[in-house]
């Protein structure tokens, strides 16, 4: 245990040199503060904005659009060819394969830290969401929305998008893993992008890995009533991606 914990850290400390951590603050600004000028230039539409009900809902689905569709997907491709680029553009691989600690060790601890870098964005996404709805109050003569936060319900909606990004997760983990060039793992991550967003409408939409988020956030904002369980799909994706992903791993000839 001790192990992992202290290649873990080392990751981290790595992490903290490469673009992905200001990724992960740009990405999840990015939407609120966009929000928050627009609703400043139009500030003459914001007492009707604020004195509707189930403000904090709206607002929440509003944030989430170009989210779940784009800056999710996208972002996740991005920070795992960052990552994983680390090792390949300082060509340490080999020295950090000298190190007393086994491949399974640093398989896991490397994705760990892109899922507590997850929870960051998360965690870093939903204070936006807040400021985005408080910011304007303070500048403006306008009411607090009167409906408290349903932060229960915020909590389930963050688990379950969650869910649905593990498989873009360990599916970029993998393919980056694979491949020493940077434009590999961004090149498949936007050609699957895009052909999860051509296939929204297909039947058969939800067997595409990186349809998950876009697919929940329709289903939350009553654009979609298929009774498809997009996160037991992501579970099951994202569990054979890992394991494929660490096979493929250990068994690489070439590890440099």
């Known amino acids: 245990m001790m192990t992992f914990i202290n290649s873990f850290q080392s990751e981290w ?30 500030y003459e539409q914001l007492p009707k904005v604020y004195s509707v ?18 800056m999710l997907p996208v972002g996740i491709t991005l920070a795992m060819s960052l990552i994983t680029q680390l090792e ?10 000298t190190t007393p600690q086994s491949l399974t060790i640093i398989y896991f601890s490397k994705l760990g830290v892109t899922l507590v870098m997850m929870v ?13 709805g408080v910011v ?18 915020f909590l389930e909606e963050n688990l379950l998008y969650f869910v649905d990004c593990l498989p873009v997760i360990t599916l970029q983990y993998l393919i980056s893993l694979k491949f020493k060039n940077f434009l590999v793992g961004i090149g498949a991550g936007f050609v699957l992008w895009i052909v999860a967003m051509a296939s929204l409408s297909w039947k058969y939409g939800h067997l595409i890995p990186y349809t998950h988020t876009m697919l929940h956030y329709l289903k939350v904002s009553g654009r979609y009533n298929r009774p498809i369980n997009t996160q037991l799909i992501a579970l099951i994706y994202g569990t054979v991606f890992l394991l494929i992903g660490y096979v ?7 590890k440099s």
């Open 13 to 42: 400390l790595k992490k903290k040199r490469s673009l992905a951590s200001w990724l992960v603050i740009v990405g999840a600004f990015f939407t609120p503060v966009i929000i928050i000028f627009a609703r400043m230039i139009r």
């Open 53 to 70: 009900n189930k403000f904090w809902e709206g607002l929440w689905v509003n944030s989430w659009q170009s989210m779940a569709i784009f």
């Open 88 to 97: 390949f553009k300082n060509n340490t691989w080999k020295q950090l394969h």
């Open 120 to 132: 960051q964005f998360f965690i870093l996404f939903n204070i936006g969401i807040y400021l985005s």
């Open 136 to 153: 304007p109050y303070l500048f403006f003569s306008v009411p607090y929305p009167k409906d408290p936060i349903p932060f229960r319900n």
């Open 248 to 254: 493929m791993y250990v068994f690489k000839k070439d």
